[in-house]
C-alpha cells in the first residue's frame, strides 16, 4: 500500500492550502482515507476523513467550516482543502487508511509519510 501525500507548505494565517492524498495497492469494498496531524510537543490528532462508501464525513471541530474534505473513487484521491489557515494548523499532515470504514487513530491500517504546514506570518 502506498498513502502519496502532497501540498504541504508555507502560508500566512488566513491563506489556503490543498493537500492532496493518492492510495494505491489496496483492495477493499469499503475504505476510510483520512488526514492526521501533529504539532511538535503534541499527540496527533484526527483532521478530518471520508469513507468510499457513503461519504461519511468527520471533521475536528477546530477545523470544521474552514476544512474540506473530497474525494476522487477514480484516482483513489482524496483531497484537503484547508482555509482561513490559523497558526494552530501548523503540524505535520498525514495522510492515512483503514480498510474497514472507520477513522479513528487506533484504527488506522496503514499511515503516509507525513507534509509538513507552516502557518507564520
Known amino acids: 500500500v502506498q498513502l502519496q501525500a502532497s501540498g504541504g507548505g508555507l502560508v500566512q494565517p488566513g491563506g489556503s492550502l490543498r493537500l492532496s492524498c493518492a492510495a494505491s495497492?489496496?483492495?477493499?469494498?469499503?475504505?476510510?482515507i483520512g488526514w492526521f496531524r501533529q504539532a511538535p510537543g503534541k499527540e496527533r490528532e484526527g483532521v478530518s476523513c471520508?469513507?468510499?462508501?457513503?461519504?461519511?464525513?468527520y471533521y475536528l471541530d477546530s477545523v470544521e467550516g474552514r476544512f474540506t474534505i473530497s474525494r476522487d473513487n477514480t484516482k483513489n484521491t482524496v483531497y484537503l482543502q484547508m482555509n482561513s489557515l490559523k497558526l494552530e494548523d501548523a503540524a505535520v499532515y498525514y495522510c492515512?487508511?483503514?480498510?474497514?470504514?472507520?477513522?479513528?487513530?487506533?484504527?488506522?491500517?496503514?499511515w503516509g509519510k507525513g507534509t509538513l504546514v507552516t502557518v507564520s506570518s
Open positions: 471520508i469513507s468510499n462508501h457513503n461519504d461519511n464525513i
Open positions: 492515512a487508511l483503514d480498510l474497514r470504514g472507520f477513522c479513528g487513530i487506533d484504527e488506522i491500517d496503514y
Open positions: 495497492g489496496f483492495s477493499s469494498d469499503y475504505y476510510t
